[in-house]
């Protein structure tokens, strides 16, 4: 069984259902259990592949702006549980998980020149970090993108929204945990 560990599935859902990426990547950052790209997947219409981008193997790191770096339990099997779970997905050619942190998935030579049209910030949670994905995402998006902050209240989404405006997105919709932004042109 496929699990999220968050809330607010449902505006997930609601904000994928028919959405035409035409022929663009979509991507989640922070793939856990994969309920969020499983719902990316099953929703959105016209996409390239659905890339998930998780380092899994229990990295020490900075998860939020105030606290100490500490372990997290994204183990090596779960990403196992993981590749066994959406082997329908990958082997329809609609998922590919690359194991690694963000960080490195968007320096890596070959993710340089995608374009994506739906993505999902649900890796981790300092605005130092949620900042930089933004940042190279809305280099990489075209009108219509959309992207999905998950537990936006944990950093300076205020920030974050103010940045993306040089990329002319805009704030369509928030609920208690997850916010949409659309790229208007």
């Known amino acids: 069984m496929i699990r999220g560990d968050s809330f607010e599935y449902e505006l997930l859902e609601k904000w994928t259902k028919g959405f035409d990426c ?4 979509t991507c989640e950052i922070g793939v856990r259990e994969g309920l969020g790209s499983k719902i990316i997947m099953d929703n959105v219409l016209n996409n390239n592949i659905h890339l998930g981008v998780d380092p899994y193997a229990n990295i020490k790191y900075q998860h939020f702006d105030d606290g100490p770096e500490y372990t997290a339990d994204y183990t090596d099997e779960m990403r196992n ?29 070959d993710n340089q020149d995608m374009i994506f049209s739906f993505v999902h910030f649900d ?8 900042l930089r994905e933004a940042l190279w995402f809305g280099d990489r998006s075209v009108k219509g993108t959309k992207f999905v902050f998950d537990d936006y209240y944990i950093y300076n989404m205020h920030l974050i929204a103010i940045v993306l405006k040089f990329w002319n997105f805009e704030i369509k919709e928030r609920g208690r945990t997850k916010m949409l932004l659309e790229r208007n042109k």
Request: proline share 7%; glycine share 8%.
């Open 22 to 25: 035409k022929g663009h990547y």
């Open 81 to 109: 549980t993981l590749l066994y779970d959406f082997k329908p997905y990958r082997n329809e050619g609609k998922f590919k998980l690359y194991n690694m942190t963000d960080e490195l998935f968007m320096t890596h030579p």
């Open 123 to 130: 890796g981790p949670h300092s605005t130092k970090d949620v």
